[in-house]
């Protein structure tokens, strides 16, 4: 049985930065990859990497034919294409370390999704922090979120174990979301303690322009709002009221956020939140 990781990558004004992400999927140590590249804005991306001496035959080129539909819609339409028994995302403007896709995999044979932790990065690709970083461990969904506190598209899962589709009408937190719907059939996730994928902060994404506070805000309120009504039956009996604990606590920190960068100007949400979940 095939044994093929579908790596997903939307590509929205990705000239830049598009090409670092598939360097480091080149670069992975498992070889069996394919990776599906679905452009949103209308961009030829093949012509593109085949200029920077980057195609390969593994590489699987769509396109929405959006001008700007969306991230979400775009790897729902991928999700409903690919045949890998496995899939990974992976956003234009992150990498993946090396060897990520290498420790996926094995831990996959016992683990339905397997999460990791993040190298977080500047738009230069400079170190700011580690998130999740500690000894490998299995995490029910109730505390997945006080390990994994920032980010959630770093994950790998078996998709005949696990499924779900992005929620087109959320602009934040989407992620998570995907989430919630494969921990339906899902206690958890299996993660890999050791940085394994390069979560790079640029000042125009979703996650981190202007306005963000108030949509993440929304987003959050959204999430509270379904996890009370039901709206995610979970596999983990514990996992809605953990993830209500950590929303609660994450919307505090979002409240707070403003009066913090005003203290520490070069500080990320993470540095932000983190101490919150310790208390």
Same mark, same amino acid.
């Given at each position: ?126 170190? @700011? ?35 779900? @589709? ?114």
């Amino acid at each position: 049985m095939t044994r093929t990781i579908a790596v997903i990558t939307p590509a929205y004004q990705a000239e830049t930065l598009l090409p670092q992400a598939v360097r480091s999927v080149l670069a992975q140590t498992n070889p069996d990859w394919e990776h599906w590249i679905i452009s949103d804005d209308l961009v030829d991306y093949e012509a593109l990497l085949g200029r920077e001496g980057l195609l390969d035959p593994r590489q699987r080129f769509r396109s929405s034919g959006k001008l700007g539909g969306g991230s979400t819609r775009a790897r729902n339409l991928l999700f409903d294409e690919i045949a890998t028994p496995y899939a990974a995302i992976l956003d234009a403007d992150d990498r993946l370390k090396p060897r990520k896709l290498e420790l996926a995999l094995a831990a996959l044979a016992d683990h339905a999704i397997v999460s990791v932790a993040l190298d977080v990065m500047d738009d230069q690709y400079r170190h @700011r922090r580690f998130v999740g970083d500690g000894p490998d461990k299995v995490l029910r969904t109730r505390d997945y979120k006080f390990t994994s506190l920032s980010m959630d598209s770093m994950i790998v899962w078996d998709r005949r174990k696990a499924d779900g @589709r992005y929620d087109t009408e959320l602009r934040n937190m989407t992620d998570l979301d995907l989430l919630l719907q494969l921990w339906r059939t899902a206690p958890g996730t299996f993660h890999l303690g050791t940085p394994m994928h390069d979560y790079v902060k640029i000042k125009t994404s979703m996650s981190n322009s202007t306005g963000v506070t108030a949509r993440m805000i929304a987003a959050k309120n959204t999430l509270v709002e379904r996890l009370k009504a039901g709206f995610y039956p979970l596999a983990d009996p514990e996992g809605v009221e953990g993830l209500l604990r950590f929303l609660t606590i994450s919307l505090e920190a979002e409240a707070a956020y403003d009066a913090y960068l005003e203290a520490h100007p070069d500080g990320l949400f993470e540095d932000n939140l983190e101490p919150r979940l310790a208390r």
